[in-house]
């Protein structure tokens, strides 16, 4: 199960690291900033927002649009259900 919590975390450190990156242009300490947001990214999609059935990996704009409608894995073809 995936819980729209958890897309929506991923989707704020993805945010979070796009914010940082464009500014890291004008400070480049922000680009660190935004190579730990986008690795605590990779480590969280890994842990928590992998298909239940088969641990295929989606995208993190599939799974916002699977908060609202039926979907199903592009992998194992089982429908992914976005808990609460
Ligand atoms: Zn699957």
């Given at each position: 199960?995936i819980?729209?919590?958890?897309?929506?975390i991923?989707?704020?450190?993805?945010l979070?690291?796009?914010?940082?990156?464009?500014g890291?242009?004008?400070?480049w300490p922000?680009?660190?900033?935004s190579?730990?947001?986008l690795f605590s990214y990779?480590?969280?999609?890994?842990?928590?927002?992998?298909?239940?059935?088969?641990?295929?990996?989606?995208?993190?704009?599939?799974?916002?649009?699977?908060?609202?409608?039926?979907?199903?894995?592009?992998?194992?073809?089982?429908?992914?259900?976005?808990i609460?």
């Amino acid at each position: 199960m995936i819980s729209r919590k958890n897309v929506n975390i991923g989707f704020t450190l993805i945010l979070l690291s796009g914010i940082t990156l464009s500014g890291g242009f004008i400070k480049w300490p922000f680009f660190i900033i935004s190579a730990i947001f986008l690795f605590s990214y990779i480590i969280f999609d890994r842990e928590k927002l992998r298909c239940p059935n088969c641990g295929g990996f989606e995208n993190l704009d599939r799974l916002m649009y699977a908060k609202n409608h039926v979907y199903h894995c592009r992998h194992c073809g089982e429908r992914i259900d976005i808990i609460e």
